[in-house]
């Protein structure tokens, strides 16, 4: 029998678990689907099967991936969302409860599992060849069948993924080369951290080995069309504070950021030069790209890291983490530079992909111009940002409404030109939909809604797969 879910913020409300798989052929639309889009939009995220042990601390990060289908095609939605079936999901499925500490903590693992079954695939879902891949950044990568969800298993590309693996892979447009990395590659806590380089068809093409300063939780990286860049951040993994009952994974505000440079495709070790900056903070990379000598990073960024308490367990002041299009410049003479790109509050930022690693005008993101908003109550709002006239224009959806990451799919070869899909929920209406947005007209607000048989749980990281 499974337990009743305890009260908590990320277990309640826009996160409260849905629990049920659903197959919906032909969706409710209002509006026009656009002629052109076809193909179909995923979303993961966190369902937990069980509740966490009574002791243990929950988190958002925590939750068992769900994924989400819908399939657009000749002006009409499917919908399919199944979760991934990890090792972790079947013995928990068999066993009736949970098994698993939060993060995998063995403070609380039963004795009868393995901590090397913790996967949640629960933060992105990326097509990539004839597959899709539910992702965590402390497994390889699940592949799933992108048609039916069927849970594949494991894709460790020829043996060259031997462990963690990013949940924020970047495709190369030169060649469709998906560029990788995994952080804590020699274990848990370790410093070490391994680069991947997979072929357009899915073959391993380059491996490589490097160190950070720390053991950084390395969320995400940045790629150019020259370079890879590794940003360590003072979050700090730290299994012996586990064990003794405290984060795993917490802020350490005496240490500074670095920045890791190497060629892409490099050899990692001694041909990475890292180098200090100030204090700062990011989840996600909206873009990178070449300025002369300078590697120019833009960001969703912060002075410190949101969920991640400090050692001693405290959370920190919402008004430090709240995330803003941040660009770090650093200059061909090392020196890291920050500035302010624009003020909104926003979460996930996102671009035209065909643009990855080159120079850009465009960020897509979810935000709130509420200043009072606090982030378990979300994101109401989709914005363009154009940097290069320095403009801003959104549509929100109004008070209560939770809208998740924007996904981009060009409908011509002008950056910026063609729709962006979001999964919204209506919480007064308890009702989720998926908006379509014209990406240049976006202040317009959705030339469609593509309402979903039941509402959607909070959740992370969206992409597009178009029809083949």
């Given at each position: 029998m499974t337990e009743p879910f305890p009260r908590h913020p990320y277990l309640s409300g826009f996160y409260r678990p849905f629990g049920a798989e659903m197959d919906a052929p032909d969706l409710v639309i209002e509006g026009s689907l656009p002629a052109e889009l076809e193909g179909t939009f995923y979303r993961n995220g966190p369902d937990p099967q069980h509740p966490p042990h009574p002791d243990d601390r929950y988190h958002v990060f925590d939750?068992?991936?769900?994924?989400?289908?819908?399939?657009?095609?000749?002006g009409r939605a499917s919908l399919r969302n199944r979760w991934v079936r990890t090792r972790k999901w079947e013995?928990?499925?068999?066993?009736?409860?949970?098994?698993?500490?939060?993060?995998?903590?063995?403070?609380?693992?039963?004795p009868s599992v393995s901590p090397m079954d913790y996967n949640t695939a629960n933060t992105h879902i990326w097509p990539h060849g004839d597959l899709v891949y539910a992702l965590m950044e402390g497994c390889p990568p699940t592949a799933m069948n992108p048609e039916t969800l069927e849970t594949l298993g494991y894709e460790t590309f020829g043996n060259t993924v031997t462990g963690p693996?990013?949940?924020?892979?970047?495709?190369?447009?030169?060649?469709?080369?998906?560029?990788?990395?995994?952080?804590?590659?020699k274990g848990p806590g370790s410093t070490a951290i391994r680069y991947n380089v997979i072929d357009a068809r899915g073959r391993p093409r380059h491996l490589a080995w490097l160190d950070q300063p720390w053991a950084s939780m390395m969320h995400d990286f940045a790629l150019t069309e020259a370079h890879v860049v590794f940003p360590c951040l003072p979050v700090v993994i730290d299994m012996a504070r586990a064990l003794e009952g405290k984060p795993m994974a917490a802020w350490e505000p005496e240490r500074p950021a670095m920045f890791g440079i190497m060629e892409k495709g490099g050899p990692g070790g001694e041909s990475v030069s890292w180098h200090e900056a100030e204090q700062t903070f990011a989840f996600h990379v909206a873009n990178s790209f070449e300025d002369g000598r300078d590697i120019?990073?833009?960001?969703?960024?912060?002075?410190?890291?949101p969920l991640m308490p400090s050692a001693d367990g405290t959370l920190p002041d919402e008004n430090e983490t709240r995330f803003r299009l941040t660009r770090w410049r650093i200059g061909g003479n090392g020196h890291v530079s920050e500035e302010r790109l624009d003020d909104l509050d926003i979460q996930f930022p996102r671009i035209d992909d065909r643009f990855q690693g080159r120079r850009y005008a465009r960020?897509?993101?979810?935000?709130t111009a509420r200043p009072t908003a606090g982030r378990i109550d979300g994101f109401d709002s989709i914005a363009?940002?154009?940097?290069?006239?320095g403009t801003r224009h959104s549509f929100s959806f109004g008070e209560g409404a939770y809208c998740g990451e924007p996904v981009f799919v060009p409908r011509g070869s002008r950056e910026g030109d063609g729709w962006l899909l979001s999964l919204v929920w209506d919480s007064s209406a308890n009702e989720s939909f998926l908006a379509v947005l014209d990406a240049e007209h976006v202040a317009a607000g959705p030339v469609a809604r593509v309402l979903m048989p039941a509402r959607i749980p909070g959740g992370f990281h969206c992409h597009w797969r178009p029809m083949a």
């Open positions: 939750g068992d991936g769900m994924v989400y289908a819908i399939r657009i095609a000749g013995l928990e499925r068999a066993a009736g409860r949970r098994l698993f500490g939060v993060f995998g903590n063995p403070r609380f693992n039963d693996f990013t949940a924020h892979p970047k495709t190369d447009p030169a060649d469709g080369a998906m560029h990788a990395f995994g952080y804590c590659a120019v990073i833009d960001v969703a960024g912060a002075r410190r890291a960020v897509f993101a979810n935000g363009t940002i154009d940097l290069a006239r």
